[in-house]
């Protein structure tokens, strides 16, 4: 055992008690977790002031002075009792404050000994006081490793009461790094640390405890960013690069199926980027390896043509195919979709989800098994063990991040050799976040729209222009167009939800009367045969209105309708938001997005409107959501695991994190198993990276780099013309400067980094 695995109870400050606190708290067991305990941000210990010299402010403030005097005032309760001393400088006094006070502090103040205290002030009654200050001997504070800039730690109220503060941490982190000292074994290739110039792996993670100056702890964050970065994206190329050697099925003719529909029922021209993808997914499954890539869209990019022709390619070469949604809705559409447009061939295809009768899932399940189906599309139900292939060629997966790991690989153990894989995503996703859930899989990306669709208009509306709204619904109307309206699902209370639905549909009543008028209305609350018949009043044209949840924003696809009205839009996500916007613009007549809103709005919601009238590209907009949700919130629960960043941040340090996957996309062309002696040591860090629990994300989002708001570019400019002029110096050596790698493209632009991976 190491001793950074040392238990957190065995170093000196902790013992049992405070150990319990800090696995609990902080999830702090060993030395290792308290070593890697990254602060949130940093204060500036540079400056006292004297007494005299205070002014009414929320700044935080340091004071040399002693205590003259101690009293304990009583309050009604022993809850209400205070300790109040009488603090003294040259210049003046004031008052400490403790509310609550142990008897610890009470037994340990010390009279007329020099302290440093640290806090912010309040004045009353013409006396500034400082309650529960941060205080230290003027002795203990001279002799100390914490220098003028001090970390900030992750807390929690629990931690403050057991009297685990701030000065606490930092003595307990002094105390870990006088009993292992700096030396700390390297982590990062070597063919890294010299042309970016990087501080050795013990004197990064001394600076970003203690740092010595603004310049020290800037390099500190960009080597133990980079180095988090660095790892992330080893283990997906690394594992990209195996599963391109995992033996696939070979497709290797293009048949009757792909043919005769690409010849004779195509219903549009394709445009030349789902050409494009198309041609890349044949390429994957002709050579033997199986395929995993990513297939990202916006909304109407038309994803769906392009898994209907990977398919066939399946059939053509006597596969199965499946594909496999989140929900029975979804399922039900792609199915339709598919069908339709099958329609004049001879494919058996089916549908299977949780409501399918007894009777057709027995058939269903013999038509799998037998080979007599050829392609099936459902929900989670493809998974049951009762469903088996006969031989299952091709998987495709919509919107991959609504299922986890656990369930994906059912599928790929439902034949001898696992099935191709196409996953589908309609939630664009930023290409920083991209590079760190998806490294591992081949990303295609359809960027451009069919032809004759218009860019959709979206125009934000307060309450109080309602009647103008429904003048402009009473013309399209007018013209044969069709309007959907949208109310939020509230999620805290089902029957608020439904409340201002009923309302809302009761308002439209009145405004849109029959016989002239038909409204459907789409809820949770009805029964699934009641949504249907809503449904299709819909979408045969026979109601002009329909007023929905936001079970429509993987509903029905209605060409005639063209304008979105969306109902309390703050209350909305910017991805959802652009989702349901997705359901109109279907035909080739102008479509419109109405947001009505509040007029007070937040700050989030105003810059959320914003976007969307700004932009319909999905792209733009999912990087505003990053930097608004965090990636957490984007992905969710089960892709979340994958990104517990410690000190790293997304939205942030996107251009390290290209500088980050050039040097791993090098390190794994030379060597990809990581055999090579000169580079044991990253194999045994990610191996250890890879077999430890996730960690809880504390990094707070706060990312202070220097008490003086010193960017981490700038400091470290030096460390990119450093490897630059190693480049210079290798020739085209590549960013490892072995032959056949390629140069980074991660070079500073004007405002920070650039360039894409």
């Known amino acids: 055992m190491s001793v950074l695995e040392t238990p957190i109870e065995y170093l000196k400050g902790v013992g049992p008690q405070r150990a319990t606190l800090l696995k609990n708290e902080l999830q702090v067991a060993n030395f290792q977790d308290l070593l890697h305990l990254f602060p949130t941000r940093y204060i500036d210990r540079t400056q006292y002031y004297k007494i005299q010299d205070l002014q009414d402010s929320s700044a935080e403030v340091q004071i040399i002075g002693r205590i003259i005097h101690l009293k304990t005032v009583e309050g009604k309760s022993k809850a209400q009792q205070r300790l109040v001393a009488t603090f003294v400088d040259d210049t003046g006094s004031m008052e400490l404050v403790w509310f609550r006070p142990s008897q610890w502090l009470k037994d340990h103040l010390l009279i007329n000994v020099p302290y440093v205290i640290f806090g912010k002030c309040a004045l009353f009654a013409g006396v500034f006081s400082m309650a529960h200050p941060e205080m230290e001997t003027l002795e203990e504070h001279q002799n100390t490793l914490q220098g003028n800039i001090q970390a900030v730690y992750p807390s929690t109220e629990k931690l403050t009461k057991k009297g685990i503060s701030q000065r606490v941490m930092r ?61 992330i994206q080893l283990q997906l190329i690394q594992k990209n690069y195996l599963n391109k050697k995992l033996q696939g099925y070979v497709f290797p003719k293009v048949g009757d199926y792909f043919n005769t529909f690409y010849h ?109 189906l050829q392609i099936v599309v459902g929900t989670h139900a493809l998974l049951e063990d009762k469903v088996k292939f006969h031989n299952l060629g091709l998987a495709i997966i919509d919107e991959q991040h609504r299922f986890g790991v656990e369930q994906r690989s059912k599928l ?44 959709i208009k979206t125009i934000h509306q307060y309450e109080t222009h309602r009647a103008r709204v429904y003048q402009f619904l009473h013309d399209e ?72 949840t936001t079970v429509i924003e993987v509903g029905v696809n209605v ?29 080739a007549e102008q479509s419109y997005c109405i947001l009505m809103t509040d007029v007070k709005l937040s700050h989030d919601s105003r810059t959320r409107m914003e976007t969307m009238v700004a932009t319909c590209d999905g792209f733009q907009i999912a990087e505003v959501d990053l930097k608004l949700r965090g990636p957490g919130d984007l992905m969710g629960k089960q892709q979340s695991g994958v990104l517990a960043l410690k000190i790293a941040d997304l939205v942030k340090d996107g251009g390290l994190l290209k500088i980050a996957r050039d040097y791993a996309t090098d390190l794994i062309r030379i060597d990809p198993e990581l055999a090579d002696p000169a580079h044991q040591h990253v194999a045994h860090t990610l191996h250890n990276r890879l077999h430890q629990p996730p960690a809880e994300d504390f990094s707070g989002g706060d990312d202070v780099v220097g008490v003086h708001g010193v960017e981490v570019v700038e400091v470290v400019g030096q460390a990119v013309e450093g490897v630059e002029r190693h480049l210079e110096g290798h020739g085209r050596g590549g960013v490892l400067g072995r032959a056949g790698a390629r140069p980074p493209r991660a070079w500073r632009g004007a405002g920070g980094w650039s360039g894409s991976p």
């Open 171 to 231: 003595k307990l982190l002094e105390n870990l790094f006088t009993e292992v000292g700096k030396l700390f074994q390297e982590t990062l290739p070597h063919e890294m640390i010299q042309p970016l110039r990087l501080l050795p792996k013990g004197e990064a993670l001394f600076q970003i405890h203690f740092p010595q100056s603004q310049e020290l702890l800037a390099k500190a964050q960009f080597r133990l960013k980079l180095e988090e970065l660095f790892y």
């Open 264 to 372: 004779q029922y195509l219903p549009f021209p394709l445009t030349n980027a789902q050409k494009r993808v198309i041609k890349e997914i044949r390429n994957d499954v002709a050579t033997g390896a199986q395929m995993n890539r990513l297939l990202q869209g916006d909304v109407g990019a038309g994803k769906t043509i392009v898994a209907l022709f990977a398919m066939l390619l399946a059939l053509d070469n006597q596969f199965q195919a499946c594909l496999m949604a989140p929900t029975e809705i979804l399922a039900q559409q792609h199915y339709e979709s598919i069908a339709s447009l099958l329609a004049p061939m001879d494919i058996r295809i089916a549908l299977l989800t949780g409501s399918t009768k007894t009777k057709e899932r027995r058939e269903i399940h013999e038509g799998l098994e037998s080979g007599q």
């Open 412 to 455: 790929w153990h439902k034949n001898q050799l696992p099935p191709h894989v196409l996953i589908m995503s309609a939630t664009p996703i930023p290409r920083t976040l991209a590079m760190s859930l998806y490294g591992d899989l081949d990303v295609s990306v359809i960027d451009e729209l069919p032809p004759g669709r218009k860019p």
């Open 477 to 548: 109307i007018a013209k044969g167009r069709q309007v959907y309206v949208v109310y939020p699902l509230i999620e805290e209370s089902e029957a608020l939800a439904f409340k201002n639905l009923t309302e809302g549909y009761n308002q439209l009543y009145t405004t849109f009367p029959p016989p002239k008028y038909t409204i459907a209305m789409v809820h949770g609350q009805l029964k699934p045969e009641e949504k249907d018949v809503q449904m299709r009043l819909f979408s045969e044209g026979k109601a002009q209105i329909m007023v929905a």
């Open 559 to 587: 060409p005639n309708a063209s304008v979105m009205l969306i109902e309390s839009a703050e209350r909305f996500g910017l991805s959802q938001l652009h989702q349901l916007r997705g359901r109109v613009g279907r035909g």
